[in-house]
């Protein structure tokens, strides 16, 4: 009875398509992310330089006047350097992702992806450690360390503390971002592999 087979099953073209549709529009979703996130550590990151760079206050102790400045905590300088660096880098890589929905384009070669994928990595990696070594400093600024003898800065300098914790939870979100992009990158590398994988079992 052949006409039981009418409509039923879907054939192999029909699969193909709906299998190629189904990961443009994943890799548009990553892709649209990967934007989002790379705009938001642009933009965190000139927020947290801005707020660290510009911060000062004037105290004056017994007739002598002392300016606290981010350039006097080397962890402040560090903070300032990466977050420079990685919101440039991150502007640069955002540029690239509107070229590249612009085109078209779905996937990247190996050694592009493979650039892409270790310059998010350094970037990550220098983010948390300006951001560790920023915060242990507040801390040190905060709380003092009585063992050492190191008093409490931010009793003096109140309004210079407020901001540059300020800077550091901006900094703090670009390096959260800074990791999750490292993983899109690492994703959008290693598909690649496994596109390949596909085609050569496809052709057995």
Not at 37 to 64: M, Y
Not at 109 to 123: C, E
Not at 175 to 185: A, E, H, K
Request: with cysteine; glycine share 6%.
């Amino acid at each position: 009875m052949s006409y039981l087979g009418v409509g039923v099953g879907v054939s192999p073209g029909n699969a193909a398509v709906s299998h190629k549709t189904d990961s443009r529009v994943a890799d548009r979703r990553v892709r649209v992310a990967e934007l989002v996130l790379r705009c938001l550590i642009s933009a965190f990151g000139l927020i947290a330089c801005v707020l660290v760079a510009t911060d000062t206050q004037i105290k004056e102790i017994f007739s002598i006047q002392k300016k606290a400045k981010f350039t006097d905590m080397k962890a402040l300088v560090f903070l300032v350097t990466a977050n420079g660096i990685v919101a440039a880098y991150s502007l640069v890589q955002a540029l690239r992702c509107v070229v590249s929905m612009v085109r078209g384009n779905a996937l990247f070669s190996k050694p592009l992806a493979w650039v892409i994928f270790s310059g998010d990595q350094v970037m990550a990696y220098v983010m948390v450690a300006a951001v560790g070594a920023a915060a242990q400093s507040a801390v040190f600024a905060k709380l003092g360390q009585t063992e050492l003898q190191w008093m409490k800065i931010c009793n003096m300098y109140d309004k210079f503390c407020n901001q540059v914790g300020e800077g550091i939870a901006s900094a703090v979100l670009v390096s959260l971002s800074t990791v999750v992009i490292s993983c899109i990158s690492a994703f959008n590398l290693f598909r690649l592999y496994g596109s390949n994988k596909a085609k050569s079992s496809a052709t057995w």
